[in-house]
């Protein structure tokens, strides 16, 4: 599929940061609150699962994204969404409430398998359960939605915008 080449470099270098501040000093926080949810270090590794320890606001346009002004990427747990070693989505789940997660303006809008794709997947509308799901049995794919619309305020295009199949 041919993503949006500005928004996939934009997520890419968020993704990788995210991720380096998740394994890096002063990170007991976010830690503390994967063990709490019951997700392993090593399933957050594979995942390159990220931490985002200030909410920032960045230009739709410097994503490559339609519109004027800013959007929001909330502090959080950094999920990015990789499938065949490609970046399609980066979801972000704040610490502090029990709201679905943040998707960034731009990614793919789901639904989100885990894990393995056939089979008989499980169904969640929780990213942490569906985690657990995926840890607990890895051969079982786990299909995500989310149970709001976009949970960004500014939605924009998918970074599938103009492409065809």
Same mark, same amino acid.
């Not at 976010?30 to 960045?58: E, H, M, T």
């Not at 359960?129 to 049995?137: D, R, W």
């Given at each position: 599929?041919?993503?949006?080449? !500005? &928004?996939?470099?934009?997520?890419?270098? /968020?993704?990788?940061?995210?991720?380096?501040?998740? &394994?890096?000093? +002063? +990170?007991?926080?976010? !830690?503390?609150?994967?063990?709490?949810?019951?997700?392993?270090?090593?399933?957050?590794?594979?995942?390159?699962?990220? &931490? +985002?320890?200030?909410?920032?606001?960045?230009? @739709?346009?410097? &994503?490559?994204?339609?519109?004027?002004?800013?959007?929001? =990427?909330?502090?959080?747990?950094? /999920? #990015?969404? =990789?499938?065949?070693?490609?970046?399609? *989505?980066? @979801?972000?789940?704040?610490?502090?409430?029990?709201?679905?997660? $943040?998707?960034?303006?731009?990614?793919? $809008?789901?639904?989100?398998?885990?894990?393995?794709?056939?089979?008989? #997947?499980?169904? $969640?509308?929780? !990213? !942490?359960?569906?985690?657990?799901?995926?840890?607990?049995?890895?051969? $079982?794919?786990?299909?995500?939605?989310?149970?709001?619309?976009?949970? +960004?305020?500014? *939605?924009?295009?998918? #970074? /599938?915008?103009? *492409?065809?199949?």
């Amino acid at each position: 599929m041919m993503m949006n080449p !500005l &928004w996939k470099r934009k997520a890419m270098a /968020f993704a990788v940061r995210s991720h380096r501040h998740l &394994w890096g000093k +002063n +990170n007991e926080d976010p !830690l503390s609150f994967l063990y709490i949810k019951g997700i392993c270090v090593d399933l957050a590794k594979s995942l390159y699962l990220g &931490w +985002n320890k200030f909410g920032q606001k960045r230009p @739709l346009a410097g &994503w490559g994204l339609q519109g004027k002004g800013d959007f929001l =990427i909330p502090p959080g747990l950094v /999920f #990015p969404y =990789i499938r065949e070693k490609e970046l399609l *989505a980066i @979801l972000i789940v704040s610490m502090t409430s029990s709201h679905d997660p $943040t998707l960034l303006p731009g990614s793919f $809008t789901g639904p989100f398998v885990l894990g393995p794709e056939g089979g008989a #997947p499980k169904y $969640t509308h929780d !990213l !942490l359960q569906g985690l657990v799901l995926i840890q607990e049995n890895p051969d $079982t794919p786990v299909t995500y939605t989310l149970t709001s619309s976009v949970s +960004n305020s500014v *939605a924009g295009p998918g #970074p /599938f915008a103009g *492409a065809s199949d």
